[in-house]
């Protein structure tokens, strides 16, 4: 049997997770041109903000009834969590040399993780997360997709035709988009920068809840130092698609999660390359990608060339 | 009466650095002001801190009955000031069209807008010729134009214009500055500032001769055009 198609769909929903983590780091970077080491964590509380708000639901709810609250209430703590950082620990080193914000983010990376840890009931391991049970859908007779992805693979073009028309047609967005372009003249223009930074930081840490709900789904669980490596390899999407460029991060999501499931699935075939292949190496060939495309289009798939920005 | 804009011993510093050491000097309603002065005299320091981009160190700005001193830039523009900077900072992969609104982004009466923009279109054909096209792919003196024109877009008191022939060729010069004093003929309050003293002064109701941080020198355009030193320094002739 032809295993291709079903390799694809589980690489797309993969691939469609990290796209809705890295449009964080993109938009964050395109408007202030900092990397936020933080939103690996901020997509964590989002999940465990979702977690806290399903176990104040009453007892027996249907998740299809849950989900939605959990959604919200994700995206309500991951908001603030966000928000608050750019407030307090980013804003007041805005025009510091770039090395201090990096740090910054980085320790407030562990920060948020060690909170969580310490203080979230059970987090010091895997904290269960409630499941889609029933069947996984069948489409085309033998492609199999599991609530879980169908959840991520709806939800990702969604957010991304939102933001997509959010940012074209109207005014906060175009103010983003020439924020991003020149943000003395976007003052000029009598644009509130600093609202318009705050807002990039909100909508990332909203579809960073998004993506956290759509990984405790398929897992099963979550757990308080789940954002580090999903927060590096959307980092990583969002250099493969082009920093800065938010369907780049879709984009360059997609080309992450489809390579690496076909790693998986298909590297142990190649004659030669036995040992190279299953799910140990998958983050290597990850990261390869990452170096080739580096190499070749150092801007990114769909990035713009850096002289656009004189 | 007083003037539109007063400024009173204005300092300006880059860390120790003071690039504006005091200077005083006013715009009337009506009037079209210039400063002119070589490179590093602190204009473009001016007028950047006047639109609030930069804090001043000292002294005081009077603008429209407000004191500015360390009010940000967006409610600057509010208050009815438009700065069109150095180095013309069109947006360049916006469209020519959505650089204009974006000129006009405080304002909401849309009808208004789209009049302006036309008008906008009416002053400089070509902006209305390549509406659709992104503003970078615009040559210097288009862009010039372009910047202008958004700058006219928030309907400015007090219009700032940073180095407008900058990098142009001497046709699209005397255009940009045939546009500046038909905007002057329209009662539009100007603030050039200039390197090509020439063209400044022979726009200018009056004029500041800026060096190195303090106004070495105030008339009448007409004045500054027939002083001896200034055309020894700034016009060229020995």
Redesign the interface.
């Known amino acids: 049997m032809n295993e291709l198609p079903q390799q694809l769909a589980n690489g797309l929903a993969l691939g469609a997770l990290y796209g809705l983590i890295a449009i964080g780091y993109t938009m964050v970077y395109g408007i202030v041109q900092l990397i936020n080491f933080a939103h690996g964590e901020i997509f964590m509380i989002g999940g465990f903000g979702a977690l806290a708000t399903y176990t104040i639901l009453p007892s027996g709810i249907s998740i299809a009834v849950a989900l939605p609250l959990m959604l919200i209430g994700g995206a309500i703590v991951s908001v603030a969590v966000a928000t608050a950082a750019e407030r307090f620990a980013y804003r007041p080193l805005r025009g510091a040399p770039r090395l201090a914000p990096l740090i910054t983010a980085i320790g407030l990376s562990i920060a948020l993780q060690q909170l969580v840890w310490r203080f979230y009931p059970g987090a010091k391991g895997p904290v269960s997360f409630p499941e889609f049970t029933g069947e996984s859908f069948k489409i085309l007779g033998n492609l199999a997709i599991s609530r879980a992805d169908a959840f991520v693979l709806a939800a990702a073009p969604l957010c991304m035709l939102a933001l997509g028309l959010f940012v074209s047609k109207s005014r906060s967005g175009r103010a983003m988009q020439a924020t991003a372009q020149d943000p003395d003249t976007a003052k000029l223009m009598g644009i509130n920068t600093d609202r318009i930074i705050v807002m990039a930081f909100a909508i990332g840490a909203a579809f960073a809840a998004v993506a956290a709900v759509a990984e405790g789904l398929d897992k099963g669980q979550i757990r308080f130092e789940m954002g580090f490596l999903l927060g590096l390899k959307a980092f990583t999407a969002a250099v493969l698609g082009g920093i800065g460029n938010i369907y780049g991060a879709m984009v360059g999501g997609v080309a992450l999660g489809i390579v690496e499931t076909l790693s998986i699935a298909y590297v142990q075939d190649i004659p030669g390359m036995e040992q190279f292949g299953g799910g140990a190496w998958k983050d290597v060939w990850a990261f390869s990608l990452l170096i080739l495309v580096l190499l070749f289009r150092p801007q990114g798939l769909l990035g713009e060339r850096v002289a656009d920005r004189a | 009466m007083t003037a539109l804009l007063e400024v009173e011993d204005l300092r300006v510093a880059y860390g120790k650095i003071e690039a504006v050491k005091g200077i005083s000097f006013s715009v009337e309603a009506g009037q079209v002001v210039t400063l002119i002065g070589t490179n590093g005299a602190g204009k473009t320091t001016t007028l950047r801190t006047l639109?609030?981009?930069l804090k001043p160190s000292g002294g005081k700005i009077h603008f429209d009955g407000q004191v500015l001193n360390g009010t940000?830039?967006?409610k600057i523009?509010?208050l009815g000031m438009?700065?069109s900077?150095e180095g013309r900072?069109?947006?360049?992969?916006?469209t020519i069209a959505?650089n204009l609104?974006?000129?006009a982004?405080?304002r909401n009466d849309k009808a208004g807008i789209e009049k302006d923009i036309q008008r906008a279109y009416d002053l400089f054909p070509i902006l209305g010729e390549r509406r659709k096209q992104a503003a970078?792919t615009l040559s210097g003196g288009e862009q010039q134009m372009l910047a202008m024109g958004?700058?006219l877009m928030?309907q400015p008191k007090l219009l700032m214009l940073d180095e407008p022939s900058m990098g142009l060729s001497p046709i699209m010069m005397q255009k940009i500055m045939a546009t500046i004093s038909e905007l002057k003929a329209q009662g539009t309050t100007i603030l050039l500032v200039e390197q090509n003293a020439q063209a400044a002064l022979s726009l200018a109701d009056h004029a500041y001769v800026m060096e190195t941080g303090t106004i070495k020198l105030s008339g009448t355009g007409q004045d500054l055009l027939h002083d001896e030193s200034v055309r020894k320094t700034y016009l060229g002739e020995d």
């Open positions: 639109s609030g981009l940000p830039a967006h523009v509010a438009a700065h900077p900072h069109i947006f360049p992969r916006l959505e609104q974006l000129g982004f405080l970078g958004r700058a928030s």
